[in-house]
């Protein structure tokens, strides 16, 4: 396992990147891909903290808001390239994700939770209130960005192979970090703090680090978002994005970058085939969730497991 | 490093919680290669002596030396990493993650990568010296199993291993055969005792067992209600009468 890129994970992102060749692939769909992959990463990225170092973040939402409004502010002034959104996104969150992690690690568990909600919270009210952000309505109407100059990524199959190439790259960070020497201290912390302290290690400052990351990746997949949506609105920001954020981690399964994927595309299908027959879809979501916590508690990864392990055993 | 010199010195340490005296103008020095126990009835202030040398507790008053610099007032990660290394009482590992997970996350706090931008991406190669460790402590047929899944003797092990995979100058023991049988006891002095020479270790131990102290220690400190009431060669303290007098006459074991 000294490669990051395992076959299989090589395999699945070429069928991803031929999917748009296929027939049934329409806009719709493409844009409904778009969604599922986008948020797959942002739930990957959490996963580094909940399922990796045993840190709940409830306010990812901010970090995904404030990429997405790096993104808009720059698109709305006539600045359409993507790179310069994604540079400014990272420093923007990066500064933020300094703030909020250095409060809250020096807290453990409910607590470190509740800090990084009220910071996400405090966020959330500035640009829900601030004209200049337009207020509740946000950024409308923003053009597409562009690769380079006249490079526009402004159809839904441009967007969605930017999501994959995306998606490939924070797995490939991911992958790296979680079996480097640093995912290792990672690990020990979530295990046991305290005896990671008497080994030598500084645990703010991994946690600080791992907050950092996972924030920069979700404020990257952040600044995505208005390329495809045209907007960005302070409902992205609202914590119940960040409770999505968390259940997308749950059903998937944590602590295996590859669950939350699965979550986080589930959940935005599950979201969307449902919304679209009937107007109580929460109803049925929720329920289909409670399902998988009772019966599937290791998650939608953890179950293809059990179930493959069964069936090898000859008792499916 | 100060050679055949002082390695550990504690300088007129106490330590209150509250109204509790839990030590009171405790001083002690550990020499390089000493073999050096702490005996006391249960609350005499031993662990709080330790949690005061590891620094996980800052002392009222007093203050401890390692290696000639000041460690007052440290975190317990700085400490370790100037080569003061300790095991726990109660058996503190990292339960969900494998036996070789374990030592090698111990082992790789003493590799360039620690706490550099490198270290994530890179995993550092210590698999040489977590096997000589598991090896050694009779771990080695255990490495893929989950710590919480080891016996108890086993988890001891472990919890030793953890500490000298640091790398360590000065080991504190607390109490590293608690819970094992009289039999494992023997083996666990036996492979402590061993270790240390191989290594050149100092040790700085807190014990129970009466055995374990008299056939390992060069020199014996005793702890009563957090003040220290007699030290020296552990023949000496076996026939000290305020030693005698402590155990038998004060707060039982």
Not at chain 1, 6 to 18: E, K, M, Q, T
Not at chain 2, 28 to 49: F, Y
Not at chain 2, 144 to 165: F, M
Request: charged share 15%.
């Amino acid at each position: 396992m000294s490669s990051p890129l395992s076959l299989r994970a090589a395999l699945v992102f070429a069928a991803l990147a031929l999917l748009p060749l296929t027939p049934w692939m329409s806009k719709y769909y493409l844009l409904l891909a778009f969604d599922a992959l986008l948020f797959g990463a942002v739930a990957m990225s959490l996963d580094l903290l909940i399922g990796y170092t045993g840190l709940v973040s409830f306010g990812h939402a901010a970090f995904f808001g404030l990429g997405a409004y790096s993104a808009a502010v720059l698109l709305e002034r006539g600045v359409t390239s993507l790179w310069l959104s994604l540079g400014l996104a990272v420093v923007i969150v990066g500064l933020y994700g300094l703030l909020v992690s250095y409060f809250a690690t020096t807290r453990r568990g409910i607590y470190f939770a509740l800090l990084t909600l009220i910071f996400a919270e405090v966020v959330y009210t500035v640009f829900r209130y601030t004209q200049a952000f337009g207020g509740s309505d946000g950024i409308q109407g923003l053009p597409p960005p562009s690769l380079a100059p006249g490079v526009l990524i402004d159809t839904p199959a441009r967007n969605y192979y930017l999501v994959v190439v995306y998606l490939f790259l924070a797995y490939l960070v991911c992958r790296t970090l979680v079996s480097s020497h640093f995912g290792r201290v990672l690990a020990a912390i979530r295990e046991n703090e305290d005896r990671a302290r008497f080994l030598g290690y500084d645990v703010q400052r991994y946690k600080m680090g791992v907050c950092m990351i996972s924030a920069g990746l979700t404020g990257l997949a952040g600044a995505l978002y208005p390329g495809r949506a045209a907007y960005a609105t302070p409902d992205l920001m609202h914590w119940s994005i960040s409770g999505e954020f968390l259940i997308m981690v749950m059903i998937g399964g944590l602590g295996t970058l590859v669950g939350p994927i699965i979550g986080g595309a589930f959940f935005i299908l599950l979201q969307e085939k449902v919304s679209s027959y009937v107007q109580w879809y929460s109803i049925v979501v929720g329920l289909v969730l409670v399902f998988i916590v009772l019966f599937v508690p290791k998650g939608l990864l953890g179950f293809r497991g059990a179930l493959l392990q069964g069936l090898r055993r000859g008792t499916p | 490093m100060s050679r055949n010199g002082v390695l550990l010195q504690v300088e007129g340490v106490s330590k209150s919680f509250g109204a509790l005296a839990a030590l009171t103008d405790v001083s002690l020095t550990v020499s390089a290669g000493e073999v050096v126990s702490v005996i006391g009835p249960n609350g005499a202030g031993k662990s709080t002596l330790f949690n005061v040398i590891t620094g996980l507790h800052g002392p009222t008053r007093g203050r401890v030396l390692f290696d000639g610099q000041v460690i007052t007032g440290r975190a317990p990660e700085a400490v370790n990493r100037l080569g003061l290394a300790k095991t726990f009482q109660i058996t503190n590992v990292f339960p969900g993650i494998s036996v070789y997970e374990n030592v090698r996350v111990a082992a790789q706090s003493r590799t360039p990568e620690a706490g550099r931008f490198t270290s994530l991406w890179r995993r550092p190669d210590v698999d040489t010296t977590v096997m000589e460790l598991l090896v050694a402590f009779g771990l080695g047929g255990r490495r893929d199993e989950t710590a919480q899944n080891l016996s108890h003797g086993e988890q001891r092990y472990l919890e030793i291993c953890l500490a000298l995979a640091t790398n360590p100058t000065l080991l504190l023991l607390d109490e590293p055969t608690a819970g094992m049988t009289p039999g494992e006891t023997k083996d666990a002095t036996a492979l402590i005792r061993r270790m240390a020479l191989a290594r050149g270790l100092t040790l700085l131990l807190i014990e129970h067992d009466m055995s374990v102290v008299m056939g390992i220690s060069d020199r014996v400190a005793v702890l009563h209600f957090g003040q220290k009431i007699a030290e020296g060669p552990p023949e000496a303290i076996r026939n000290n009468p305020a030693v005698i007098e402590a155990y038998l006459g004060g707060a039982d074991d």
